[in-house]
Protein backbone atom coordinates (compact mmCIF):
# COMPACT_ATOMS: atom_id res chain seq x y z
CA UNK A 1 0.00 0.00 0.00
CA UNK A 2 2.85 2.25 0.57
CA UNK A 3 4.59 1.80 -2.44
CA UNK A 4 1.36 2.35 -4.11
CA UNK A 5 1.32 6.34 -2.43
CA UNK A 6 4.60 7.00 -2.64
CA UNK A 7 4.11 6.55 -6.55
CA UNK A 8 1.30 8.12 -6.92
CA UNK A 9 2.35 11.28 -5.51
CA UNK A 10 5.50 11.22 -7.52
CA UNK A 11 3.18 11.09 -10.97
CA UNK A 12 1.50 13.49 -9.44
CA UNK A 13 4.61 15.98 -8.77
CA UNK A 14 5.65 14.63 -12.39
CA UNK A 15 2.48 15.93 -13.84
CA UNK A 16 1.96 19.32 -11.85
CA UNK A 17 5.63 19.83 -13.11
CA UNK A 18 4.88 19.60 -16.94
CA UNK A 19 1.93 21.99 -16.66
CA UNK A 20 3.82 24.65 -14.77
CA UNK A 21 6.61 24.90 -17.26
CA UNK A 22 4.08 26.84 -19.59
CA UNK A 23 4.41 24.67 -22.30
CA UNK A 24 2.02 21.05 -22.63
CA UNK A 25 4.26 18.30 -22.73
CA UNK A 26 3.91 14.86 -22.95
CA UNK A 27 2.87 12.61 -19.71
CA UNK A 28 5.43 10.21 -17.79
CA UNK A 29 3.79 7.23 -19.62
CA UNK A 30 3.27 8.45 -23.33
CA UNK A 31 3.06 5.71 -25.95
CA UNK A 32 2.72 7.78 -28.60
CA UNK A 33 -1.18 6.27 -28.75
CA UNK A 34 -3.04 10.06 -28.43
CA UNK A 35 -4.13 8.30 -24.37
CA UNK A 36 -2.22 9.19 -21.03
CA UNK A 37 -1.73 6.56 -19.13
CA UNK A 38 -1.64 8.05 -15.29
CA UNK A 39 -2.71 6.07 -12.01
CA UNK A 40 -4.47 9.39 -10.88
CA UNK A 41 -6.83 9.77 -14.14
CA UNK A 42 -9.47 7.87 -13.09
CA UNK A 43 -9.57 6.05 -16.05
CA UNK A 44 -9.96 7.61 -19.08
CA UNK A 45 -10.17 5.16 -21.70
CA UNK A 46 -10.70 5.16 -25.10
CA UNK A 47 -13.20 8.36 -24.55
CA UNK A 48 -15.26 6.63 -21.52
CA UNK A 49 -15.66 8.32 -18.39
CA UNK A 50 -15.59 5.90 -15.40
CA UNK A 51 -16.26 8.45 -12.64
CA UNK A 52 -12.81 9.89 -12.57
CA UNK A 53 -11.57 13.55 -12.28
CA UNK A 54 -11.87 15.10 -15.87
CA UNK A 55 -8.99 17.12 -16.83
CA UNK A 56 -9.79 20.63 -18.40
CA UNK A 57 -7.56 21.51 -21.05
CA UNK A 58 -5.72 24.75 -20.96
CA UNK A 59 -5.52 26.91 -23.85
CA UNK A 60 -1.65 28.87 -24.07
CA UNK A 61 -2.24 32.39 -25.59
CA UNK A 62 0.78 32.52 -27.84
CA UNK A 63 1.86 36.64 -28.20
CA UNK A 64 4.75 37.15 -31.18
CA UNK A 65 6.39 40.68 -31.06
CA UNK A 66 7.68 41.94 -34.19
CA UNK A 67 10.33 44.94 -34.20
CA UNK A 68 11.35 46.48 -36.90
CA UNK A 69 15.09 47.33 -37.00
CA UNK A 70 16.35 50.09 -38.49
CA UNK A 71 19.29 49.90 -41.25
CA UNK A 72 22.56 51.35 -40.08
CA UNK A 73 23.67 54.33 -41.35
CA UNK A 74 27.17 56.21 -41.30
CA UNK A 75 27.12 59.06 -38.81
CA UNK A 76 29.87 61.87 -38.46
CA UNK A 77 31.15 62.51 -34.80
CA UNK A 78 33.16 65.05 -34.01
CA UNK A 79 35.55 64.85 -30.71
CA UNK A 80 37.36 66.91 -29.24
CA UNK A 81 41.09 66.07 -28.23
CA UNK A 82 42.58 68.10 -25.97
CA UNK A 83 45.27 70.15 -26.78
CA UNK A 84 48.54 71.08 -24.63
CA UNK A 85 49.16 74.42 -24.30
CA UNK A 86 52.57 75.15 -22.87
CA UNK A 87 52.46 77.90 -20.18
CA UNK A 88 55.34 79.23 -18.55
CA UNK A 89 55.55 79.17 -14.73
CA UNK A 90 57.93 79.61 -11.86
CA UNK A 91 60.28 76.78 -11.37
CA UNK A 92 62.31 76.61 -8.06
CA UNK A 93 65.90 75.98 -8.06
CA UNK A 94 66.97 74.17 -5.09
CA UNK A 95 71.17 75.28 -5.99
CA UNK A 96 71.41 78.48 -7.11
CA UNK A 97 74.26 79.14 -9.66
CA UNK A 98 74.76 82.22 -10.86
CA UNK A 99 74.52 82.92 -15.14
CA UNK A 100 76.55 85.39 -16.74
CA UNK A 101 74.28 86.21 -19.34
CA UNK A 102 76.56 88.22 -22.17
CA UNK A 103 75.44 91.66 -23.76
CA UNK A 104 75.65 92.44 -26.83
CA UNK A 105 76.54 96.17 -27.13
CA UNK A 106 76.62 97.82 -30.73
CA UNK A 107 80.08 99.31 -31.84
CA UNK A 108 80.73 101.98 -35.05
CA UNK A 109 83.34 101.44 -36.52
CA UNK A 110 84.10 105.22 -38.23
CA UNK A 111 87.59 104.36 -40.11
CA UNK A 112 87.34 102.39 -43.68
CA UNK A 113 90.41 100.73 -44.73
CA UNK A 114 90.67 99.85 -48.46
CA UNK A 115 92.01 96.53 -49.46
CA UNK A 116 93.64 96.10 -52.61
CA UNK A 117 92.87 92.35 -53.29
CA UNK A 118 89.51 90.56 -53.19
CA UNK A 119 88.61 88.61 -50.19
CA UNK A 120 89.29 85.36 -50.10
CA UNK A 121 91.56 85.60 -53.05
CA UNK A 122 93.25 82.41 -54.37
CA UNK A 123 96.81 80.94 -52.91
CA UNK A 124 99.31 79.45 -54.79
CA UNK A 125 101.25 76.72 -53.02
CA UNK A 126 103.70 74.51 -54.56
CA UNK A 127 102.25 70.75 -53.79
CA UNK A 128 105.40 68.22 -54.26
CA UNK A 129 103.79 64.56 -54.84
CA UNK A 130 106.47 61.99 -54.36
CA UNK A 131 106.53 59.15 -57.84
CA UNK A 132 107.21 55.77 -56.94
CA UNK A 133 108.45 54.05 -59.94
CA UNK A 134 107.39 49.92 -59.70
CA UNK A 135 110.17 47.58 -60.20
CA UNK A 136 109.26 43.85 -60.80
CA UNK A 137 111.83 41.57 -59.10
CA UNK A 138 111.67 37.86 -59.95
CA UNK A 139 111.69 35.81 -56.61
CA UNK A 140 112.47 32.01 -57.19
CA UNK A 141 109.61 29.56 -56.03
CA UNK A 142 110.29 27.70 -52.99
CA UNK A 143 111.61 24.39 -53.65
CA UNK A 144 112.44 21.81 -50.27
CA UNK A 145 116.02 21.51 -48.68
CA UNK A 146 117.00 19.12 -46.25
CA UNK A 147 118.63 20.23 -43.23
CA UNK A 148 120.23 17.85 -40.49
CA UNK A 149 119.40 19.04 -36.82
CA UNK A 150 119.56 15.97 -34.19
CA UNK A 151 116.77 16.45 -31.94
CA UNK A 152 117.23 14.09 -28.52
CA UNK A 153 113.88 11.94 -27.86
CA UNK A 154 112.78 11.24 -24.76
CA UNK A 155 111.87 7.58 -23.31
CA UNK A 156 109.82 7.14 -20.30
CA UNK A 157 111.22 3.71 -19.06
CA UNK A 158 110.91 2.87 -15.41
CA UNK A 159 114.39 2.53 -13.61
CA UNK A 160 114.54 0.10 -10.75
CA UNK A 161 117.02 0.33 -8.26
CA UNK A 162 117.77 -2.18 -5.17
CA UNK A 163 118.10 -0.41 -2.00
CA UNK A 164 117.86 -1.44 1.48
CA UNK A 165 115.88 -0.09 3.77
CA UNK A 166 114.85 -0.91 7.30
CA UNK A 167 111.43 -1.61 8.20
CA UNK A 168 110.48 -1.96 11.67
CA UNK A 169 106.76 -3.71 12.25
CA UNK A 170 104.78 -3.47 15.42
CA UNK A 171 103.10 -6.62 16.63
CA UNK A 172 100.33 -6.18 18.84
CA UNK A 173 99.70 -8.58 21.45
CA UNK A 174 96.28 -10.38 21.34
CA UNK A 175 94.68 -10.47 25.03
CA UNK A 176 91.91 -12.89 26.37
CA UNK A 177 89.36 -10.09 27.39
CA UNK A 178 88.76 -9.14 23.45
Not at 54 to 75: D, F, G, S
Not at 114 to 119: G, I, L, N, S, T
Request: charged share 25%.
Amino acid sequence: MKIFIVLSVALAVAAGAAVEGGKAKRGVWDFGSGHESSFSSGGDFGGHDFGGLHKEEEHVKHVTIVKKVPVPYPVEVTKHVPVEVKVPYPVEVEKKVPVYVEKKVPVVVEKKVHVDRPVPYPVKVPVKVPVIHKEYVEVPKPYPVHVEKPVPVYIKKPVYIEKTVPVSIHIKKKSHWH
